[in-house]
């Protein structure tokens, strides 16, 4: 099972090693550009060190929620990409789809959280079908990115059939044609 969130492997400098040889990159310089994709192949994690694009996002989902319910909303994410990582396979895409899933999670409570009002708290009616319109939709996005994961664990895992005395292990979908399984 693969981890989300390695710990960083780098020490300051390399990180501020890089960063300076991206910058130089950006500006064309092909011997920066050489010792950025040298660093890249070398590690990969190095990617997640620097910048992590998920993070970023969930950040910027949560500008606008008050300190304390950015905190309980960064533990639900964070609890639910556990549990997700828990129950598979432990794939790329799958961290990928986790990612996904945590990110549309995350944006469907902000949603949510925009919906309701306060005690006391009026808007007019065009204001309330737009935030509506809002939850609607995070949650629209939060239920595909689930059902995409679904669809990809089930393509993932393999199955076992065993008939009479042979077994067979097939990933994917079976149809059973004439007594025997066949993989499509």
Do not use: W
């Amino acid at each position: 099972m693969t981890t989300l969130t390695a710990p960083a492997t780098y020490k300051p400098a390399d990180v501020e090693a890089f960063l300076a040889a991206v910058a130089k990159a950006d500006e064309g310089d092909r011997t920066a550009l050489a010792i950025v994709r040298d660093k890249f192949r070398e590690s990969s994690d190095i990617a997640r060190t620097v910048s992590d694009l998920a993070y970023t996002a969930e950040t910027a989902i949560l500008a606008n929620v008050p300190a304390g319910a950015q905190e309980l909303f960064r533990q639900q994410t964070t609890n639910l990409r556990k549990q997700l990582c828990e129950e598979g396979t432990g794939t790329a895409l799958e961290t990928i789809l986790i990612r996904r899933i945590a990110l549309d999670y995350l944006a469907s409570l902000q949603a949510e959280r925009q919906r309701s009002l306060a005690p006391g708290e009026t808007r007019s009616l065009d204001l309330a079908r737009f935030y509506d319109q809002q939850a609607d939709r995070a949650h629209r996005r939060f239920l595909a990115s689930v059902e995409s994961l679904a669809r990809v664990r089930k393509l993932i895992t393999p199955i076992q059939i065993n008939i009479a005395e042979q077994q067979v292990n097939v990933a994917g979908n079976v149809k059973v044609k004439g007594g025997r399984a066949n993989p499509q």
